[in-house]
């Protein structure tokens, strides 16, 4: 059985849920407080919390994952010196979005931040699958059993309405927070995202707005008297979190 089958009713939303690249919005009041449902990794004492929407669709994400996190896990999250957490969206392809979602919700809890990375480091073989028509649910199947979950486990909750419904839930808390782009960040309480200065301003044209950069609250933000290259790379991520830790204990 194909997870597109399983997970058919996801297709509905992808006209209102489907994602633009650079879009920016404004960040909801409370989307940068963690909530109950949201999986927390790092020193609990630590004084800067990091959220990142992300898709397991995404590929975007998925270069974030496998090229930056090993930087801000090693240097940032083991010290002791940041939370980060993680809050999946429901991006095109549907099913796959949702497939990875709630196969993370169905590997043990301890678990969890693994299979997200076992989900994004298998992402092209799981499009190349899809393409080729072979079994995607097998390779879903291998990410649950090496994570501690079982592909008995798996299909039962592709099968369970409410973890359909709960994929659903989160796509559209995304949206009710202002979030358009995957990945995105909220760093310090406010969206952290690329795009163009201007971005939001009427009459802004992207045609001639230059390179992108990295916007904090709607506003270029800037380090050191400059504005930051909109690149997910080990050293501008390395340069962002610098930034704020050394904000944060200005302000202490």
Known sequence: MSVTRLLAGLSVLIAALALPGMAQAQLAEGAGELRPTDRVTGDPDAGLLIIEYASFACPHCAHFQTEVWPMIQTEFVETGLIRYSIRPMLTA?????????????????DRYFDAVDLLFHEQANIFQTARDGGDVLAVYDRIAAATGGSAETLLACFRNTEMNEHVTALAVQASEDGVTSTPSFIIAGELLSIGHPGDGEAGHNHATAGPTIFLHGGEPLMIAGDTVPGRLDGDSFRRIILHFLEESDSAD
């Not at 392809?93 to 809890?109: N, R, W």
Request: glycine share 12%; with cysteine; proline share 18%.
């Open 93 to 109: 392809p549907p099913q796959i979005a949702g497939a990875g979602v709630i196969l993370t919700e169905c590997v043990p809890e």
